[in-house]
Nanobody, 115 residues
Framework: QVQLVESGGGLVQPGGSLRVSCAAS????????MAWYRQGYGKERELVAR???????NYADFVKGRFTISRDNAKNTVGLQMNSLKPEDTAIYYC?????????WGQGIQVTVFS
């Protein structure tokens, strides 16, 4: 059974930092592209950052220079370090594991940036 379990969300003030993590099980983690998506209230889900099996990372323009994705293939985890957070970063953040014909999602975790 595949499981992606996010942790680390919460409340933070603008300009603050937060780290979310995702622990994967039931997949051959090292071959998957791992990604973080988010969905704000009333908005569509959007890609935030992803890292392929070779360690190449890509970021959405709206988080470049602020967020950093990382993965630990030994621990089957992927993290997202979020710095300089803005109110518009408020969303549910989802962990995603992708391999051709295989696509898995975590349950999501809330990140709220408020004054």
């Amino acid at each position: 059974q595949v499981q992606l379990v996010e942790s680390g969300g919460g409340l933070v003030q603008p300009g603050g930092s937060l780290r979310v993590s995702c622990a994967a099980s039931g997949i051959t983690f090292k071959i998957y592209t791992m990604a973080w998506y988010r969905q704000g209230y009333g908005k569509e889900r959007e890609l935030v950052a992803r890292m392929d099996s070779g360690g190449t990372a890509n970021y959405a323009d709206f988080v470049k220079g602020r967020f950093t994705i990382s993965r630990d293939n030994a621990k089957n985890t992927v993290g997202l370090q979020m710095n300089s957070l803005k109110p518009e970063d408020t969303a549910i953040y989802y962990c995603n594991a992708y391999y051709p014909n295989r696509d898995f999602w975590g349950q999501g975790i809330q990140v709220t940036v408020f004054s």
